[in-house]
Structure formats: structure tokens, C-alpha cells
């Protein structure tokens, strides 16, 4: 039979998340979604399915980029299966970025005329979409010898 002493000895030495229970905090964060929105209704049921949302501290909706910005302790998967079910609108992840952020922004694969004003397609996370937005020098410099925008390129051709 296990004593009284021995118990309560037992019971101080389990780490504090056994005793208490409490479960881990979700990092305050800042998710962007891409969500089709064609007018002011649209507009209104997004941000008023968002921002009844138990986590979230704070919402944006740009109706001319697409554009929602949620910030709060939120996981991106919650907020999709939000917008699919309370305002009917289907989310994806924001898959745009700057200008700046791509060595060429104007290859295939990264230039997308749907995208807004200044962003690209984030193309340098997968590798398969387009291999000639991460060329490397010498790559740029094969590929511009025979570039008519090149006054020292090849006239061969």
C-alpha cells in the first residue's frame, strides 16, 4: 500500500504541465488571405465572420487586392474553415510577395497578371515553378549573351 508521504513526494516531482493541465498559448501572429470579393456585402460578411472569432485581435479586408489580413493567436486552417462556412467565400494563403523580394520578377512563373499592383507569385519557396527566378550569375550571364537588350551580346543569331 502506497502512503500519504510517498504520493505527495511523487506528485512534486511530475513537471507542472502534468499537475495544472493547462494547455500551450498559440503565438500571436499575422496571416494574409487571398478571398474573391465582388462588393461592399461581400466585404462586410468576411470581416464580420472574422472578427466574431474567439483568438482574433484584429482584422483588414483590401476588396480591391483580394486582400485579408487577420492578426491574433489564430491557426491559418481555423480561419479558412471560418470563411468557408460563415461567409460562403473560399480562402487560400497569400501568395504574393514584393517586387524586391524576387531577383527577377518579370520570368515566367513569378510575373502574374492577376497579381496587384507591385507583387509577384512567391516562387522562391517552390522549386519546381520557375527555375529561372533563382538563376544564378553564370546562368544570367548565358542566358543574356544573345539578349538583343545586351550591346555586347552575340550578333550571330
Keep these: 500500500m502506497i502512503r500519504l508521504d510517498d ?67 489564430v491557426e491559418a486552417s481555423e480561419v479558412v474553415k471560418r470563411l468557408g462556412r460563415r461567409a460562403g467565400k473560399k480562402a487560400e494563403p497569400w501568395p504574393f510577395v514584393p517586387y ?23 516562387v522562391l519557396d517552390d522549386p519546381d515553378k520557375a527555375p529561372l527566378v533563382r538563376a544564378s550569375s553564370m546562368e544570367e550571364r548565358y542566358t543574356t549573351a544573345f539578349s538583343d537588350d545586351n550591346p555586347n551580346s552575340c550578333a550571330v543569331m
Excluded: W
Excluded at 460578411?45 to 472569432?53: C, G, N, S, Y
Excluded at 524586391?100 to 512567391?122: M, S, T
Design 100 to 122: 524586391e523580394v524576387v531577383p527577377h520578377p518579370y520570368a515566367p512563373g513569378a510575373y502574374d497578371k492577376k497579381a496587384p499592383p507591385g507583387y509577384v507569385r512567391n
Design 7 to 73: 504520493l505527495i513526494a511523487e506528485l512534486c516531482e511530475l513537471p507542472a504541465k502534468v499537475i495544472i493541465g493547462k494547455k500551450k498559448r498559440k503565438e500571436f501572429q499575422e496571416l494574409a488571405f487571398l478571398v474573391r470579393m465582388d462588393c461592399e456585402g461581400c466585404e462586410r460578411r468576411v470581416r464580420k465572420a472574422l472578427e466574431d472569432m474567439k483568438g482574433v485581435s484584429s482584422v483588414e479586408v483590401d476588396p480591391k487586392q483580394n486582400k485579408v489580413t487577420v492578426s491574433g493567436r
